[in-house]
């Protein structure tokens, strides 16, 4: 195992919706993925942006994709023009997410071509 | 007629805002069939909907119009189409300001359609009495509960009307709020005549659409890897290559910047997605996990395998309303100390406002120390240090214009009565500005019909 940054194995992607925002994450490779799917839960990524996620956090998976499809549901103080963030669209949001530090098997990052 | 092998789409447009070299340079720099444009956001609306009310002219995308001016000549010659939702909330005043445009350049006999039936503002009463509650998807509210705050409601409509515009042989077509996805669909459907019903192929247009709709989103803008995409002042805006069976290649032009990978397209389709197996359009439910995205060259990546789903009932109305004023500004605080004097510049206006008898909610206020890890707030970062300066940038919002308004006195005066090293408050005194916030909804797909015009230069 080695501690490794999310975005080593994995890119992403996030968007606004409505109040709160999606962050697709999408692995490097297909041993990411299987890992991912396994580990990178919604509790984990809830936990990670607690700072900027007050609601409930929703998994969803695409497999042909080889990504997970997070909803953070309440992570833009309001969203839209009622918002006052600087990041008012959860655009970064993909960002901190691939900041999450994981203990990631080496045959998983043998696997994983470095960006 | 002999049907085409294939369809060339570009999106040169994924906001209003976005670059205007990218519609400019996809007409110039090589082959194309259809142009997209796109305009329109919740917020957009309601604006436009102001203008309309203070002059019956207005009410569209006017960079639309002065486009049009600019890339007319290379549409004439190339003879690609242009389909825009350019026309906001007046897409018959758009149409006349395009139809002037076209007389000016001594183009005749090139069709113009409309699309008209997408606007609701008007009928929102009418629908209540038919039983439409017009209920707000996220939180059940009845539309009733803020009727007389809206500003501006919407039907998000779909490609058959483009379709329709088109087989009618319109060169320039004109919407109000059509999907993103259905500008790309419109072509699509009259090209290669596909059916109201043959789901997969709807959904296969559908999902073309939602990967070009945002432009250089999917040509290596926005793009995790960013280090490895070439010449980004130079990318290439997206083109979808659509062959009648439904699959489709994203490509774009030769010699320009960007990246087409099965990264970047990844990347887009998971843009703003919500549950992967049911994007729901007007025309169809796209399912997101069945598309298949393989390299096919440089720059280019074949999709195949789209399914989708029977379309539902009900069209999503967008309605925007007003919700109360909001006030923000920034003040640069230099080091040393930075984020300890800007901390403290925070907690004297606070003070200073409370001791005025100015009281704001925690939900109802906020304060940015930009610089100091704002955007990945609580998330652990390697090696950062003491900033050598932040942004301090503080805001309210509320239903009292006056009370907000009272908060941008109180920044400013930091300069001289806080601590030293404060200064970046060139923007002046933070004003109250309003809130217009979005309210989605459903509606019945019979109460809804949409109308095509035609008009000829």
């Known amino acids: ?115 | 007629m002999q049907k085409k092998e294939f369809v060339r789409i570009a999106n040169g447009q994924g906001f209003w805002g976005d670059s205007i070299l990218g519609p400019v340079r996809l007409v110039n720099e090589g082959p194309l069939d259809y142009l997209t444009l796109d305009y329109l956001a919740e917020v957009t609306m309601s604006i436009l909907q102001k203008q309309r009310s203070r002059d019956p002219r207005k009410g569209y995308a006017t960079d639309f119009v002065a486009m049009i001016d600019r890339i007319l000549p290379k549409l004439v010659e190339k003879h690609v189409k242009v389909i825009a939702n350019a026309g906001g909330v007046n897409p018959l005043a758009c149409k006349d300001a395009v139809l002037a445009v076209l007389k000016k350049h001594g183009v005749t006999g090139m069709k113009v359609a409309v699309i008209e039936g997408d606007d609701v503002l008007g009928r929102l009463d009418e629908l209540a009495a038919k039983g439409e509650v017009l209920a707000n998807m996220d939180t059940g509210a009845p539309l009733a509960t803020i009727r007389e705050r809206v500003t501006s409601a919407n039907v998000y409509i779909g490609a058959f009307p483009v379709a329709e515009a088109l087989a009618q042989g319109a060169q320039i077509v004109i919407a109000g709020r059509l999907t993103d996805p259905g500008l790309v669909l419109g072509p699509l459907v009259h090209e290669f005549g596909w059916k109201a019903d043959q789901w997969d192929l709807l959904a296969a247009g559908t999902m073309a659409g939602h990967i070009v709709e945002c432009g250089a989103q999917c040509t290596g803008g926005n793009f995790t890897d960013w280090k490895s995409v070439p010449d980004l002042a130079r990318v290439g805006y997206p083109i979808v290559e659509c062959k009648a069976d439904g699959t489709f290649t994203v490509t774009k032009h030769e010699g320009t910047g960007g990246l087409v990978d099965v990264s970047t397209v990844s990347h887009q389709l998971v843009y703003e997605m919500g549950d992967p197996q049911n994007y729901i359009t007007p025309d169809c439910i796209a399912d997101f996990t069945s598309i298949r995205l393989r390299q096919d060259g440089k720059d280019r990546v074949h999709c195949s395998g789209v399914e989708g789903k029977p379309a539902t009932p009900t069209y999503k109305v967008s309605a925007s309303y007003e919700d109360g004023f909001k006030a923000l500004g920034q003040l640069t605080i230099s080091g040393p100390d930075a984020l300890a004097k800007a901390k403290l510049c925070a907690e004297i206006v606070w003070k200073r406002l409370e001791s005025d008898g100015f009281h704001y909610a925690p939900d109802e206020r906020l304060v940015e120390f930009v610089g100091a890890n704002v955007c990945h707030a609580g998330v652990e970062l390697a090696g950062a240090g003491e900033p050598s300066e932040v942004v301090l940038r503080m805001g309210v919002k509320g239903p009292d214009e006056a009370k907000i308004d009272r908060f941008g006195m109180e920044l400013v005066p930091l300069v001289t009565s806080g601590p030293p090293g404060v200064t970046g408050f060139a923007g002046g005194r933070p004003k109250a500005a309003e809130i217009i916030s979005y309210w989605p909804a459903l509606v019945k797909k019979e109460l809804v019909s949409t109308k095509v015009s035609v008009f000829s230069s």
């Open chain 1, 1 to 115: 195992m080695t501690k490794v940054q999310l975005s080593r194995i994995a890119c992403a992607r996030s968007g606004d919706k409505g109040e709160g925002s999606n962050v697709g994450v999408i692995a490097r490779s297909d041993a990411a993925y299987a890992f991912l799917k396994e580990r990178l839960t919604a509790e984990l990524v809830k936990q990670h942006m607690r700072a900027i996620n007050f609601g409930g956090v929703k998994r969803y998976e695409a497999d042909n994709l080889r990504a997970l499809n997070f909803i953070l549901l309440d992570s833009l103080g309001g969203g839209g023009s009622a918002s006052l963030k600087t990041d008012a669209q959860g655009k970064t949001h993909g960002l901190a997410v691939l900041r999450l530090e994981l203990d990631v098997p080496q045959s998983v990052l043998d696997a994983t071509p470095n960006a």
